[in-house]
């Protein structure tokens, strides 16, 4: 009994521009693999794919951004530094978690240390798998009486709170004296020519100290003291 061998002419797939579906990739490779396409027809249709599902990921999580940006509550500067108002990073979290949850976003952060500085970064991530970053650095905050360990914490929180809000462009109200070194404060001279300035104005001297989150003018930061100025002669009372 004899036995007849069938010759088998592998069917090759030319190689020429594809537009795929994105939930059709999947059928699309099958059928050429079955059909004997080459190597390099299949690898560019999966690159195609991936860089499809990569465009559509970083688009989804714009959006979510937005969306987010929207309906992010006001946050306040409702905590207490020394001769300074701030938000903790524990509250902005407390504050922003469910509509970032509904947004599809979470935020992770990533550390590092080289020749002195501290280095932190915040990650954005959506469901979609697509991450925005946000780096900053700063040395080791060694003000006050902190051991080392105080001081790499305490420039690491700070280097959070700031990463998270501007990767996420969340905007803290009042006045921005965080920053502030407590030995720098304004003055005698820049305290008296505040009050000519705030005499000329329609601001009163506790329409001021409310703004800027201070108890008295001697409180105010130097390196605040131009932006100050500015603030009581247009009158800016919000």
């Known amino acids: 009994m004899s036995t007849e061998e069938t010759e088998v002419t592998p069917v090759v797939v030319q190689d020429m521009p594809v537009q795929i579906d994105q939930n059709s ?16 027809t299949i690898e560019r249709m999966v690159a195609l794919h991936e860089r499809s599902m990569a ?8 959006d979510s951004l937005s969306a987010f940006q929207k309906n992010c509550p006001l946050i306040e500067r409702g905590d207490d530094g020394h001769n300074c108002k701030y938000a903790k990073l524990e509250h902005i979290v407390h504050k922003i978690r469910n509509n970032m949850a509904e947004a599809g976003l979470s935020h992770r952060f990533e550390h590092a240390t080289e020749g ?10 959506h469901v979609s798998g697509h991450s925005e970053k946000t780096s900053m650095s700063a040395p ?9 360990i105080q001081a790499l914490g305490s420039s690491v929180t700070y280097l959070q709170r700031y990463t998270l809000c501007g990767a996420l462009g969340i905007v803290i109200g009042g006045i921005d004296n965080d920053g502030g070194t407590p030995d720098e404060l304004v003055s005698d001279k820049q305290i008296i020519l505040m009050r000519e300035l705030l005499d000329e104005s329609d601001m009163t ?8 989150k201070i108890k008295a003018l001697a409180d105010l930061p130097e390196n605040l003291f131009d932006r100050a100025c500015k603030r009581i002669k247009d009158g800016e009372k919000k």
């Open 25 to 40: 990739e999947a059928p699309l490779l099958q059928m050429a693999i079955q059909s004997g396409a080459s190597i390099d």
């Open 55 to 62: 465009a559509q990921a970083k688009t989804d999580f714009f």
């Open 116 to 125: 002195g500085a501290i280095s932190v970064c915040c990650v954005i991530t």
């Open 140 to 148: 080791a905050d060694d003000s006050g009486k902190k051991n080392p």
């Open 205 to 212: 001297e506790k329409e001021f100290l409310h703004l800027a």
